[in-house]
Nanobody
Framework: QVQLVESGGGLVQAGGSLRLSCAAS????????MGWFRQAPGKEREFVAA????????LYADSVKGRFTISGDNVKNTVYLQMNSLKPEETAVYSC?????????????????WGQGTQVTVSS
């Protein structure tokens, strides 16, 4: 069974940066599309970014383009999300996910495996 474990969340002031990591089992990064999602209290889960190592493709939500960077390490089976210029409204639980098909998608329902999430709090 594929397992995903996020880390790197925490408290940061507006305008600050954080780097999230998602360690995956079973050579997940090289075989699946890996995505990052976030969910704030009272709001639905939303897509942030996705990467396909096999396809060499990256996709970002419009709201984070130019500020966030997704990357991966095939050997370590780890995907990263570098977040810069963070805004208070981006406070949320950030989760990584693995999709069973090597296609970049934005809908949470298209991903098969999920981590427990890591809390990111951006203070104003």
């Amino acid at each position: 069974q594929v397992q995903l474990v996020e880390s790197g969340g925490g408290l940061v002031q507006a305008g600050g940066s954080l780097r999230l990591s998602c360690a995956a089992s079973g050579r997940t990064f090289s075989r699946y599309v890996m995505g990052w999602f976030r969910q704030a209290p009272g709001k639905e889960r939303e897509f942030v970014a996705a990467i396909s190592w096999s396809g060499g493709s990256i996709l970002y939500a419009d709201s984070v383009k130019g500020r966030f960077t997704i990357s991966g390490d095939n050997v370590k089976n780890t995907v990263y999300l570098q977040m810069n210029s963070l805004k208070p409204e981006e406070t949320a639980v950030y989760s990584c996910a693995a999709g069973g098909r090597l296609v970049l998608t934005t809908a949470p329902s298209t991903y098969d495996y999920w981590g427990q999430g890591t809390q990111v709090t951006v203070s104003s």
